[in-house]
T-cell receptor, first 115, second 114 residues
Framework: DTGVSQDPRHKITKRGQNVTFRCDPISEHNRLYWYRQTLGQGPEFLTYFQNEAQLEKSRLLSDRFSAERPKGSFSTLEIQRTEQGDSAMYLC?????????????FGSGTRLTVV | AQTVTQSQPEMSVQEAETVTLSCTYDTSENNYYLFWYKQPPSRQMILVIRQEAYKQQNATENRFSVNFQKAAKSFSLKISDSQLGDTAMYFCAFLTYNNNDMRFGAGTRLTVKP
């Protein structure tokens, strides 16, 4: 297991289309996070899972956004009816329950461009 | 509100020199962790160094060290003997014991010049 994997690396979509991103965390990590990073800014928290349970959602996560983590393994983030303002880097991170003090391990991100 | 402020959007340093990146944060919590992450261009964010708030001793990791001033809520990063590979965005981040929402600053773009 080489780290947190995200797919695709880049996605260009037309406004109004739906997109789905995938994140595969480090296998033994039961906590999984989604962040959004816009140009020139730090990452902003979107949502978090403990195993398969989605325990927290940011107000940034509008009704057009949905995230799942079936069986507590990989996670998907779907954006419906994309808008130009959704253009950003979407980062996934994971950690063990007991390793809060080590911070999170991040993936390389999915860069979304809405045209 | 819990916020992280990085007041230096961009910095540059000559190779082999020392540079310090500043970070301040605001929280009413007493127990938390502080982190510096490095994000090279088009590459993933990696942890550089971390500090637990209850520890008074400043963390060090090879050429990287921090100056943690809890009363002032300041957490600066010092990079000694800067290398070209240190060129990246650096983010200061903060995580309390009770939250799952790691807060990040806006970042400092560091350029190491040959």
């Amino acid at each position: 297991d080489t780290g947190v994997s995200q797919d695709p690396r880049h996605k260009i979509t037309k406004r109004g289309q739906n997109v789905t991103f995938r994140c595969d965390p480090i296998s033994e990590h039961n906590r999984l996070y989604w962040y959004r990073q816009t140009l020139g800014q730090g990452p902003e928290f979107l949502t978090y899972f403990q195993n398969e349970a989605q325990l927290e959602k940011s107000r940034l996560l509008s009704d057009r956004f949905s995230a799942e983590r079936p069986k507590g393994s990989f996670s998907t983030l779907e954006i419906q009816r994309t808008e130009q303002g959704d253009s950003a880097m979407y980062l996934c991170a994971s950690r063990l329950d007991s390793s809060r003090h080590y911070g999170y391990t991040f993936g390389s991100g999915t860069r979304l461009t809405v045209v | 509100a819990q916020t992280v402020t990085q007041s230096q959007p961009e910095m540059s340093v000559q190779e082999a020199e020392t540079v310090t990146l500043s970070c301040t944060y605001d929280t009413s919590e007493n127990n938390y962790y502080l982190f510096w992450y490095k994000q090279p261009p088009s590459r993933q964010m990696i942890l550089v160094i971390r500090q637990e708030a209850y520890k008074q001793q400043n963390a060090t990791e090879n050429r990287f060290s921090v100056n943690f001033q809890k009363a002032a809520k300041s957490f600066s990063l010092k990079i000694s003997d800067s290398q070209l590979g240190d060129t990246a965005m650096y983010f200061c981040a903060f995580l309390t014991y009770n939250n799952n929402d790691m807060r990040f600053g806006a970042g400092t773009r560091l350029t190491v010049k040959p």
